[in-house]
Structures are given as structure tokens and as C-alpha cells.
């Protein structure tokens, strides 16, 4: 009798034992949290973004070059595209253009240019890298066939120098200047402050800078101070044979 009870005690104790184990592996398959495609650090295909007036932008990544090679060397690509931003430049031109700003700290930006896709004539998007600075202003040449876009970088939070890059909207080209000295100074380095610059033909522009010898920090300050600033006046030729 004794045996048949022990027997009978140790068969629910192993019926028991096998129903938790059941239990167990069907709690643990609920609760198993599926990657989530949003973490994923692949590139994507396309980027789609929208513009300073909600217009959206919608580029193939094989189009940007330079920001596809910055998504690729970002740890978290999903956070950087999220960053990303896009600015449609009012060009009186029929092509849309836009500046792609990444790698952003406060306004201070990688910048390309893009010229978007005409599928009606089947011309493609292209873009050029242009700068690392803060985008300031554009100014279009007489014949809308070029730009000057103008870049600002901070010095001492009270001081910007700027530099001025010029780029052939046709061929997507970045214009050089005839004068490497001029090249240096008011296209490649933030020397002087631009108080402004225009167009005087289509391959000249005109830059107006302080009337001080020396671009250092104080002259330039005590100069900034003025009522009336006196400013010079610099012609730069635009090298030829560009377009």
C-alpha cells in the first residue's frame, strides 16, 4: 500500500515538474524582444528629409558622395541622418538647389551643394562639397549661371570672418580665383570679416573687408567698435577657361 502511494506521490511530483518547465519556456518566448529595424546602423538607400518650408526632399544616397562617406564612418547613422538638414536656395533658375548641412555643432555645418533631379530631361542629382562653416548668404551672377555663397566662422564669440566660395550651377563646379594669394585669403582661409560682396560681371566679384593692415583679433575688434567702420574694397577675377 505504502509503495503504491510513493509511487503515485512521484508521479504528480514529475507531472508537476514537467508542466513548469512548459510554463517557463513559453514565458521566455513571450517576453524575447525582436531587433528593431530603427537601431539598425546600415546605410539606407535614400534619404528623405524635408526643407526650411516643409517641402520635402527625397535624395538617393549614390548622390552624395561626401555624406554617404560621413554616414559610413558614424557610429550611430540613424542619429546623424536625424541631424541632417535641408535648405532650398531661392535661385531664380528652373533646377531646384539645396544646401545639405551634417556634422552640425550649434550652426556650424558641412555644407553641399545639391542640384536635385530633373526627370523630365532625365538629368540626374549631383552635389559638391563647398564647406565646414556657419552658411550665411548667397548672391546669384548677372547671368545666373554662378553663385557666391558666403560662410562665417565664430572667433571669440563676438568676432566672424568669413570666407566667399564661388560655383558653376551648369556643371556643378567649384570656381576658383585667377589670384592664389586672393584664393587664400578670401575663398580657402576665414582672414576678414566680409562686411559685403556682389557680382561686377560674371566672373568677377567685388568683396569689401576692414581698411586695416593686420586681420589680428584686437585690430579687428577695436575696428568693429566704430561708429563708422572704414572699409577697402577688393576685386577678385574669377580664373577663366572655367566654363
Not at 20 to 31: G, H, P, R, Y
Not at 112 to 126: D, K
Not at 158 to 172: D, F, G, N, P, S
Not at 208 to 225: F, G, I, K, T
Request: some cysteine.
Amino acid at each position: 500500500m505504502y509503495r503504491k502511494s510513493f509511487t503515485a506521490l512521484f508521479t504528480v511530483i514529475l507531472t508537476v515538474a514537467a508542466l513548469a518547465a512548459i510554463v517557463v519556456v513559453i514565458i521566455s518566448k513571450s517576453s524575447a524582444v525582436p531587433p528593431s529595424p530603427a537601431n539598425s546602423n546600415t546605410l539606407p538607400s535614400a534619404l528623405d528629409l524635408v526643407d526650411q518650408d516643409g517641402n520635402p526632399v527625397h535624395l538617393e544616397l549614390s548622390s552624395l558622395p561626401l555624406y554617404e562617406q560621413y554616414l559610413e564612418s558614424s557610429r550611430d547613422i540613424p542619429a546623424e541622418i536625424a541631424r541632417t538638414q535641408a535648405e532650398t536656395l531661392p535661385l531664380s533658375r528652373p533646377e531646384r538647389f539645396l544646401l545639405l548641412k551634417y556634422n552640425c555643432g550649434n550652426k556650424h555645418c558641412d555644407t553641399n551643394l545639391v542640384r536635385m533631379a530633373e526627370p523630365e530631361s532625365g538629368s540626374p542629382t549631383i552635389s559638391i562639397g563647398l564647406a565646414g562653416g556657419i552658411y550665411q548668404d548667397f548672391q546669384l551672377s548677372p547671368d545666373g549661371n554662378s553663385v557666391l555663397l558666403r560662410f562665417a566662422y565664430n572667433e571669440g564669440g563676438t568676432l566672424l570672418r568669413h570666407i566667399l566660395i564661388a560655383a558653376e550651377l551648369r556643371k556643378m563646379e567649384l570656381l576658383p580665383a585667377a589670384s592664389a594669394t586672393l584664393a587664400d585669403t578670401y575663398m580657402h582661409t576665414p582672414n576678414w570679416p566680409i562686411v559685403s560682396y556682389r557680382w561686377i560681371s560674371n566672373q568677377q566679384f567685388r568683396v569689401e573687408r576692414p581698411d586695416l593692415d593686420s586681420a589680428e583679433y584686437q585690430a579687428v575688434q577695436q575696428w568693429s567698435s566704430l561708429d563708422h567702420p572704414p572699409v577697402r574694397a577688393i576685386d577678385i577675377l574669377l580664373k577663366t577657361g572655367t566654363r
